[in-house]
């Protein structure tokens, strides 16, 4: 059995532990922050990929520290976040179980990135993905109407689908990150009126 001479306090701290490969790459949402309706429609979260290191020279206003008032250098992550696109919203209604998504609606029009995400192997693919759901719109918009006003009438929670866009950032992946933002502020139809402007990008501020 192992032992050491001298006690010394551990090293490194316990909240990174276990110290492994992350299971996904894209991080997940575990919970989205409290509704409040006296905002403006809004969205809750953003995609952003670290671009790199530097440092900043700072005064941090902390009374009773040593460093209050003067000049500290800390270093500082660069995040790169490059508009993102919304292609889809969906409608939750609210049961004793839970959540439960009533309509999702996707845009007439989906990029070749966000395409790329539904398949393994894009090159032997046929690409028609979401093919039947943007001939709604030309064929059948009174339904896409109906579905619009069945989340208005029956839902309390609505959140945009939307979209990265890697060309944007250089990067050497081509499928684009697809995340499930959840719009707060406002009324329900005004966040299906926020929301349902699809194929706009939409800036981190």
Same mark, same amino acid.
């Given at each position: 059995?192992?032992?050491?001479?001298?006690?010394?306090?551990?090293?490194?701290?316990?909240?990174?532990?276990?110290?492994?490969?992350c299971?996904?790459?894209?991080?997940?949402?575990?919970?989205?922050?409290?509704?409040?309706?006296?905002?403006?429609?809004?969205?809750?979260?953003?995609?952003?990929?670290?671009?790199?290191?530097?440092?900043?020279?700072?005064?941090?206003?902390?009374?009773?520290?040593?460093?209050?008032?003067?000049?500290?250098v800390?270093?500082?992550?660069?995040?790169?976040?490059?508009?993102?696109?919304?292609?889809? =919203?969906?409608?939750?209604?609210?049961?004793?179980?839970?959540?439960?998504?009533?309509?999702? =609606?996707?845009?007439?029009?989906?990029?070749?990135?966000?395409?790329?995400?539904?398949?393994?192997?894009?090159?032997?693919?046929?690409?028609?993905?979401?093919?039947?759901?943007?001939?709604?719109?030309?064929?059948?918009?009174?339904?896409?109407?109906?579905?619009?006003e069945?989340?208005?009438?029956?839902?309390?929670?609505?959140?945009? =689908?939307?979209?990265?866009?890697?060309?944007?950032?250089?990067?050497?992946?081509?499928?684009?990150?697809?995340?499930?933002?959840?719009?707060?502020?406002?009324?329900?139809?005004?966040k299906?009126?926020?929301?349902?402007?699809?194929?706009?990008?939409?800036?981190?501020?």
């Open positions: 059995m192992s032992h050491r001479k001298f006690s010394a306090p551990r090293h490194g701290s316990l909240g990174f532990l276990p110290r492994k490969r299971r996904r790459h894209r991080g997940k949402v575990k919970s989205f922050p409290r509704d409040n309706a006296a905002n403006p429609p809004h969205l809750t979260a953003f995609i952003g990929y670290k671009a790199g290191m530097t440092h900043i020279v700072r005064e941090p206003d902390r009374p009773g520290s040593k460093v209050n008032k003067k000049e500290v800390e270093a500082v992550t660069i995040v790169e976040a490059a508009p993102m696109i919304i292609v889809g =919203i969906v409608g939750y209604v609210e049961t004793p179980r839970g959540l439960r998504p009533l309509k999702t =609606i996707f845009a007439e029009h989906l990029n070749a990135e966000c395409k790329r995400r539904f398949y393994k192997n894009w090159c032997k693919s046929e690409k028609k993905a979401f093919s039947k759901a943007s001939q709604r719109w030309s064929q059948d918009k009174e339904s896409v109407e109906k579905d619009f069945r989340i208005k009438r029956y839902c309390k929670v609505i959140r945009a =689908i939307a979209h990265t866009q890697p060309k944007m950032m250089k990067m050497r992946m081509k499928k684009a990150h697809i995340i499930e933002i959840q719009v707060n502020g406002g009324t329900v139809p005004q299906v009126c926020c929301t349902s402007c699809f194929e706009l990008f939409c800036l981190v501020s």
